[in-house]
C-alpha cells in the first residue's frame, strides 16, 4: 500500500475511532510498526492528528463507543479488486430462486452487482447490502431487529428469537471474516461473533469470502470451527501453505482470479 493511501486510511480510522493505536493499525493496514509510527509522526507534524502515547488522536475527538474492526467506510477502500473477484466467484454458487443469507461486510457487499438478475430469498443483517439490493435487484428482503451499529453498517442483537431470523432458513450463508485458519472461522468482536451464529444456525452451507490476508490473521474469538464450513472463496494471491489445512479438514476452496477489469475499479475509486 502507498504512503499516501495509508495516510488517508489512518485519518479516516482516526476520525470514525478518534483513538486509535499503533496496534490496530499495523493489524488493519498490514503494515509494520515502524512505518505506522513513521506515518503517525508525519501526519501529525502536518497537523491533521495529534500523536498519543502508543498510537493517534484525532484533532476532535468524538469518544463514541464502537466494535471492534475497521469501519465500514474505510474497509470498503482496502483490497477492492480481490473482493470484487471474490464476490463473483461467490455468486456463481447461488441459483436462481435460493434463499440465502449475506452477512454484512465489504466483501459480501460486493456480492450485489452480481445478484441483481436472479429472483432471490435474501436475509442481510448489512444497511447497505440492503439499500443497493432494494434498489437494483429483484429480490425479496428481510431485516433483522435489534440496534443499529453505523460505524459497521450493521444491525445486531443479543437476544435469540427476537426477529426475523429465528423464522428464515437459508440454503447458503455468505459470510466475510477478520481471519479464518486452522481454528476455524474468526472475529474479533464478541456481539458480532453472537450475532453471525444465530445467523449461522438458520443457513444449510456457510461460503466464507476472504481475500488472502485474512488466512494469516489470529484471533481468540471462533465463529464456527472448519468443519462448519462448507466453501472458501479467496483470491489468486493465496499460498498453498495457507489453503492446505483448510482443505486438509475438507473445506473447498475455490480460488477467484483478479482481472484487469477489476483492478481497473480499485484505480477509478
Request: glycine share 6%; with cysteine.
Amino acid at each position: 500500500m502507498l504512503e499516501r493511501e495509508r495516510h488517508r486510511l489512518i485519518l479516516k480510522l482516526v476520525t470514525e475511532r478518534s483513538v486509535v493505536s499503533v496496534t490496530e493499525l499495523v493489524d488493519m493496514l498490514d503494515a509494520s510498526e515502524a512505518t505506522i509510527r513513521r506515518d503517525i509522526v508525519a501526519l501529525a507534524d502536518r497537523g491533521e492528528l495529534k500523536r498519543v502515547r502508543g498510537g493517534a488522536e484525532a484533532l476532535r475527538p468524538r469518544h463514541k463507543a464502537h466494535l471492534v474492526g475497521v469501519p465500514f467506510n474505510v474497509n470498503m477502500e482496502v483490497a477492492v479488486p480481490e473482493k470484487r473477484a471474490i464476490a463473483r466467484a461467490a455468486a456463481a454458487l447461488v441459483e436462481p430462486g435460493d434463499s440465502i443469507i449475506i452477512n454484512g461486510g465489504t466483501t459480501t457487499w460486493r456480492l450485489v452487482e452480481f445478484l441483481r438478475d436472479l429472483d432471490l430469498d435474501i436475509l442481510t443483517n448489512s444497511f447497505p447490502i440492503a439499500a443497493d439490493l432494494l434498489a437494483t435487484a429483484r429480490s425479496r428482503i428481510t431485516l433483522p431487529g435489534g440496534t443499529i451499529y453505523p460505524e459497521q453498517n450493521i444491525i445486531l442483537s443479543p437476544y435469540e428469537e427476537a426477529d426475523a431470523v429465528a423464522h428464515f432458513s437459508g440454503r447458503i450463508m455468505f459470510t466475510g471474516a477478520y481471519g479464518i485458519g486452522r481454528a476455524g472461522l474468526l472475529e474479533t468482536d464478541p456481539l458480532i461473533v453472537q450475532s453471525e451464529c444465530r445467523l449461522l444456525r438458520r443457513a444449510e452451507r456457510l461460503v466464507v469470502m476472504a481475500d488472502a490476508s485474512k488466512l494469516r490473521r489470529h484471533s481468540s474469538m471462533v465463529v464456527a470451527p472448519l468443519d462448519r464450513v462448507n466453501v472458501l472463496v479467496t483470491d489468486d494471491a493465496a499460498t498453498e501453505a495457507d489453503l492446505a489445512p483448510l482443505r486438509d479438514a475438507g473445506v473447498e476452496v475455490v480460488v477467484a482470479e483478479v482481472t484487469a477489469e477489476d483492478r481497473a475499479l480499485d484505480v477509478a475509486a
